[in-house]
């Protein structure tokens, strides 16, 4: 194995489709040509650059031949590594057939074959698969199908979305609707239309200042409520089984349990979010099995090819699909549609990755790899500057606070979690912070001993990142 930090090839050439390109022209254009998804570019600029090359298993390596590992699996995708045999296979042997094909109004092998093994494994009765290319896409495609869910029974009143605070379903306009955030969308704060929120059930941060066990999950009291209130306004409740986004919160246990009897007695839809959390990323299939619970709507994204190509899933149930049923004159149809949805390639990335899911053991590897992970993360508690640390499966989080009794957080122009993942990234270890949280979250098929220099690595960057905290906590 390459020292992670030492140039293999200093002053590389890189071969791109039959040509030769200097690494040093490539970084040029990736600074002048790609302005970069949610990056300050003009911070970006001036920051050691990071262009990825080539993949294999669990690292990335750079233009400078710089070898990482991949710590948050490419932004929360990446499932059995980089470069997997049976992955690249599959693709290889779908292309020697076709690469893409519509699905609006005609089907594709592959994506049907896809269909039916995902309806196998599955929370019981979601068997419908509205395929689309993004997970935001996955979520828009669930609201609209909630809304026309009732429209199509008489019930068009029926528009309004529960969601809850710091949650995130995406970047369009209706996942934004639902998610609202001061610092990504203030722009766009009166052009979306106001939804209900309620606070998530974050126990760090609990918005009723009560402590488990003895707080009886007090925090769906305020659920029940704006059910009540909403009356049948409402199309339905949108949730994360674990926000991601939001800072790696996993909702306590019996939560989404409840929610889902609140959802029953009040008759509305519960569409559960599993962009992030689904396909065994905590540990479990999916993040609604910790709690035993079957949502109405279940949306899926991310790992769903293992990382390789976009492919999202908007599931429905039997009761929801057939009220989209009727003569094509009645409109009752989804009328909605992506133009690469369900696309051949990445169906068929998809097929050689559950296989490798679902294969004996696997699922219980990455459970056990989740315990040794939180034994090694608990000495971080004991650092002055971290607030919290949370974990279900492999998706951790790291808090980060400037004052542990007030649990007061760093500003966000402040980057306090970049000072963390910048001393990682030295060490060999990519990792991408949102605001105060460290989030770590490795490649599911990670090995014990990949597993442990990543852990290492990172908890190494967070105790060697204290003293620079400790500068950075006078100033706001
Ligand atoms: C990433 C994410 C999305 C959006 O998925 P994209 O593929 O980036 O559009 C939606 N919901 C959750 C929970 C996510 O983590």
Redesign the pocket.
């Known amino acids: 194995m390459q020292d992670p930090v030492q140039p293999d090839a200093p002053g590389d050439v890189i071969p791109i489709l039959g040509a030769s390109y200097p690494a040093a022209d490539i970084e040029a254009w990736d600074r002048t040509y790609v302005w970069h998804p949610f990056t300050q570019m003009q911070d970006y600029t001036g920051r050691d650059p990071v262009v990825i090359v080539e993949g294999d298993g669990v690292r990335v390596r750079d233009t400078r031949g710089r070898w990482y590992y991949d710590g948050v699996a490419s ?2 995708l990446n499932v059995h590594g980089h470069r997997v045999p049976a992955l690249d296979a599959a693709i290889r042997e779908q292309l020697t057939r076709i690469a893409h094909s519509t699905l609006l109004g005609q089907g594709n092998a592959v994506t049907a074959v896809l269909a039916h093994h995902l309806a196998g494994i599955t929370p019981p009765g979601l068997t419908r698969f509205f395929f689309s ?7 828009e495609v669930a609201l609209k199908m909630a809304v026309q869910y009732w429209a199509n029974q008489g019930q068009g009143q029926r528009t309004r979305i529960l969601g809850f605070t710091s ?6 306009l209706g ?1 934004m609707a639902v998610a609202p955030d001061e610092t990504f969308h203030w722009p766009f704060l009166s052009y979306l239309p106001p939804e209900p929120r309620v606070p998530y059930p974050h126990c760090y941060r609990c918005p009723l200042g009560r402590s488990r066990p003895g707080c009886g999950l007090a925090c769906l009291g305020p659920v029940e409520e704006a059910l009540a209130q909403e009356g049948d306004r409402l199309a339905a409740v949108i949730i ?1 089984p674990v ?3 939001g800072g790696i919160i996993p909702a306590p246990p019996g939560y989404l349990a409840g929610l889902r009897e609140l959802c029953d007695r009040y008759g509305v839809l519960l569409i559960v ?5 689904g396909f065994g990323r905590t540990g479990r299939l999916w993040g609604v099995d910790h709690d035993g619970v079957v949502p109405d709507i279940l ?1 899926l ?2 790992g769903i090819t293992g990382g390789y190509l ?1 492919l ?1 899933a908007t599931v429905a149930g039997e009761r929801i699909y057939a009220a989209f049923l009727g003569e094509v004159g009645a409109k009752r149809a989804l009328y909605h549609g992506h133009s690469y949805a369900g696309n051949a390639l990445a169906a068929a990335a998809a097929l050689a990755s559950l296989r490798l899911l679902t294969a004996p053991g696997f699922l219980e590897g990455v459970a056990a790899k989740a315990e040794t992970l939180g034994g090694a993360l608990e000495p971080l508690r004991g650092l002055p500057y971290v607030g919290d640390v949370r974990q279900l499966g492999l998706m951790a989080g790291i808090e980060l606070v400037q004052d542990r009794v007030s649990r007061r957080g760093f500003p966000y122009g402040l980057q306090a979690g970049w000072v963390v993942a910048d001393r990682a990234r030295a060490r060999g270890l990519l990792i991408r912070p949102i605001g105060n949280v460290v989030i770590f979250m490795p490649p599911l098929a990670s090995t014990p001993a990949e597993l442990g220099e990543m852990t290492a690595i990172l908890t190494g960057a967070v105790a060697e990142a204290q003293e620079a905290l400790a500068a950075l906590a006078g100033r706001g």
Request: with cysteine; net charge negative.
């Open positions: 932004v929360w290319d993004s997970g935001a896409a996955a979520v949650n995130y379903h995406g970047d369009t996942a994360e926000q991601g986004a979010d599993e962009v992030a959390t949306c994204g991310k976009p999202s």
